[in-house]
């Protein structure tokens, strides 16, 4: 089991705001990083840290943080955003890295 | 452009290991480490372990400790992941991933490889 905990699945109409969020002890001292991954491709980052953005990724993506959860928010969600998305942090020790179990979300 | 490219699909016996590569190009090799990450089918993503490009320091999952050994070719920019005894929950996609952690100790691992196949069956 992970120590990052998601939904798994969430679903938003075209044009909408959603929200994907990430539990875990290990939030409360690390951030964590999100990944959107498409069917048959490669995981992409696209948020790190308390609120970042690689340059190539648009600004309706945004990342949030509070005690043991971080979110990650797409404002006017689009018809390519729908994929996989997962957190990962440190976990609880410190020692390791870990992945969330991810979420499907569905653009409607 | 920063590039990771890694060697191609692999089928394997149990008990066989298997050394998936990762070429690099594009940055400083040594101011970044290297991460692996393997998705099984249909399943997560599962973090691996880290080596850093550096000095060679290694960081691994506790549940392939034993089994799993990174290192790093400075001189080619090249890293390897070498996977021994392999079952056949070992099937999966392995990536290599750009990884580097930052001034508060939070990872990230922001330029991804293409993506081996490695496929464990008698």
């Known amino acids: 089991s992970s120590e990052l905990t998601q939904d798994p699945a969430v679903s938003v109409a075209l044009g909408q705001t959603v929200r994907i969020t990430c539990q875990g002890d290990?939030?409360?001292?690390?951030?964590a990083s999100w990944y959107q991954q498409k069917p048959g491709q490669a995981p992409v980052l696209v948020i790190y840290?308390?609120?970042n953005r690689p340059s190539e990724i648009p600004d309706r993506f945004s990342g949030s943080n509070s005690g043991n959860t971080a979110s990650l928010t797409i404002t006017g969600a689009q018809a390519e955003d729908e994929a996989d998305y997962y957190c990962?942090?440190?976990?609880?020790?410190?020692?390791?890295?870990?992945f969330g179990g991810g979420t499907k979300l569905t653009v409607l | 452009q920063v590039q990771l490219v890694q060697s191609g699909v692999e089928v394997k016996k149990p008990g066989a290991s298997v050394k998936v590569s990762c070429k690099t190009s594009?940055?400083?090799?040594?101011?970044?480490?290297i991460s692996w990450v393997r998705q099984a089918p249909g399943q997560g993503l599962e973090w691996m372990g880290w080596?850093?490009?550096?000095?060679?320091?290694?960081n691994y999952a506790q549940k392939l400790q034993g089994r799993v050994t990174m290192t790093t070719d400075t001189s080619t920019s090249l890293a390897y992941m070498e996977l021994r005894s392999l079952r056949s929950d070992d099937t999966a996609v392995y990536y290599c991933a750009r990884g580097l952690y930052d001034s508060s100790g939070s990872s990230r691992m922001d330029v991804w490889g293409q993506g081996t196949t490695v496929t464990v069956s008698s």
């Open positions: 594009g940055y400083t090799f040594t101011s970044y480490g």
């Open positions: 840290g308390k609120n």
């Open positions: 290990s939030l409360r001292s690390y951030y």
């Open positions: 080596i850093s490009a550096y000095n060679g320091d290694t």
């Open positions: 990962n942090s440190r976990d609880s020790s410190g020692d390791s890295v870990v």
